[in-house]
């Protein structure tokens, strides 16, 4: 890969991290905290996911520690928050939902593609992935002492993992690996939106 | 050690695992959660224990991340809460709590002998069998943002502690492996079954 | 270094475990757990955030569990609450403000100085540092379904922050290692003191 396309990677990674912090500081504000618990509820829910994945498979340190710009950037989101928190209040619901699926598929997608580096079994690939997707917010919502919205709410850990079973599927398939994780992430992504738009949710087991 | 008694120990492993899980969806469908909750929690009340010691002693991927066989049977647990729970729950307490009892044995000595294999002091290796046989509830609990019922009830932790003592102190003693597993899984067992049925409790530091 | 500083710092290493022991078996007992709760409470406490400090720079096992000197120690901290916790209570809240203070410049610039070694970006090491600190209590709030408590209060993690800081600054202008380590445990524990007794707190994020 040329040095172009890493440089974009990386934008890309940073810009899906920037996000993450961001809503993470906004629950932080939301629940009262101060700048102190803004700034770690953004560090977690940014770079939480990804961090257990590399504990998991023995990548340590973590790539988000050994690389400051992953922190810093977590800590630039918490801090726009903490200083513009009403402006980005008003930006509309659709269009966070629509950032917040981008960056939920773009870390499925690498979080997967990272296991299958790691030579995961497939099956593990597709946790693992889906963990680096949702692991973040898993763990914001532990600390606000809220039972996790990804085991409660709609489709949003399901997206991931679906992204993650396309990657899995078109990379034992042989396919190219700029293929496959396009084709992961845009089913991720269209399955998130598509899904808060009309309103689906995953069945509850019946209480009979 | 023959592939006869290879394929035994993995089949009693599993049978522990699939009834974690299955007492982990139970908790999930109690909380109200949808399915994909349900798979998280069954997943995490049967295969966290044993990750958490894994990633403490160094090894890197956990053993249930190594063979798929592990999570897929956490899901298949997770999955049968979610298809027949209401038949679940028909099976009486004494069953449940029996059945409990054996595979928190199970996990104790299986997780004692594996710290002591990764030359652990015996001391650690009583902490980290203890792990591995209460981690996987107390996530369990934590994501249900409940206080952890090993902190506070009854003899659980505790017969998975004695349990892992009287393996260790075998082992030490030169006893056979064989004859440790399972003298500790005995103790873990009946100080488990005897302490439901006779009411058995710590004692609680008397606020004065 | 010789054998007698060695002895001294293992000392005062000692002192600080145990102290935050106290500490976490304090909030069990407070919380009605029962021994196992208090001892599991004492333990996270102490232990957990250096813990976490070496899965994440890949020093496994990590040293608390490498030396059942800290384990021992954490537990009899527990121990001493268990069982005297009625004249424990009776220690004024100065003595202990002040004591813990010294215990988390303690534990925050060992932990920033283990982290340089490990080859840590300076960045990475104020926040590895840090968690050393503040991690154990944070866990220690999680298992009681508490917002944990440097989230939202004081100068507390702000103090380790502070003082790894320092310690980071001074190590990288080539200031001798044990000035170095003095001036950040210095600056974390006159902060935090001073926080207290002047009613300090971080700034919360208005809400408009």
Redo the contacts between chains.
Sequence with gaps: MNTDSNKLLLSVDLAGTLLFAVEGGLA??A????????M??AFATALVGG?IRD????A???AS??D?RY??TAFVGGAI???L??YIRQIPAGVIVTLDAAALALFAVAGTEKALV?K??P??AV??GTITGVGGG?VRD???????N????DIY??AAMAGAVVMVAATKLRAPPTFAAISGGLVCFLLRVISVWQHW?????I??
């Design positions: 932080a504000v629940a009262n905290l101060d700048l102190l618990g803004v770690v509820l961090i504990v998991l498979i023995g340590v340190p973590p520690l050994r400051w922190t810093a928050v903490f200083f928190h009403p790691y995961m079994h099956f593990i946790l693992l898993t532990v600390l606000l002492t809220q039972v996790p990804v085991l409660r709410a850990a399901t949710n995953l069945p509850k087991a209480a009979r």
